[in-house]
Nanobody, 124 residues
Framework: QVQLVESGGGLVQAGGSLRLSCAAS????????MGWFRQAPGKEREFVAA????????YYADSVKDRFTISRDNAKNTVYLQMNSLKLEDTALYYC?????????????????WGQGTLVTVSS
């Protein structure tokens, strides 16, 4: 049974930092690309970042580039999202997912199922 358990969210002031974690089980983690998505209140879920199976390549949405860093530890079956210089607009429920990329370079959730997410709230 596939399980993706996100953690690390919380309340932080604008300009602050948070580190999200996602522990995976039930999958061949080291063989899979992993990513983070987020959904803000009243908005559609959107892609945030992805990392290839080896960790050798990373990809980011323009809105988080140079502020967020995705990484993974294949020995721990865990993917991370380091978020720095947080802005009010980063407030959202953050989800991790097993991902793949389309021919148009759009990242999507391969399993088409989501965990419970972890809430990030950025205050002024």
């Amino acid at each position: 049974q596939v399980q993706l358990v996100e953690s690390g969210g919380g309340l932080v002031q604008a300009g602050g930092s948070l580190r999200l974690s996602c522990a995976a089980s039930g999958i061949s983690f080291s063989r899979l690309h992993m990513g983070w998505f987020r959904q803000a209140p009243g908005k559609e879920r959107e892609f945030v970042a992805a990392v290839t199976s080896s960790g050798g390549s990373t990809y980011y949405a323009d809105s988080v580039k140079d502020r967020f860093t995705i990484s993974r530890d294949n020995a721990k079956n865990t993917v991370y999202l380091q978020m720095n210089s947080l802005k009010l607009e980063d407030t959202a429920l953050y989800y991790c997912a097993v991902v793949a990329r389309t021919s148009e370079s759009r990242w999507y959730n391969v399993l088409n199922a989501w965990g419970q997410g972890t809430l990030v709230t950025v205050s002024s």
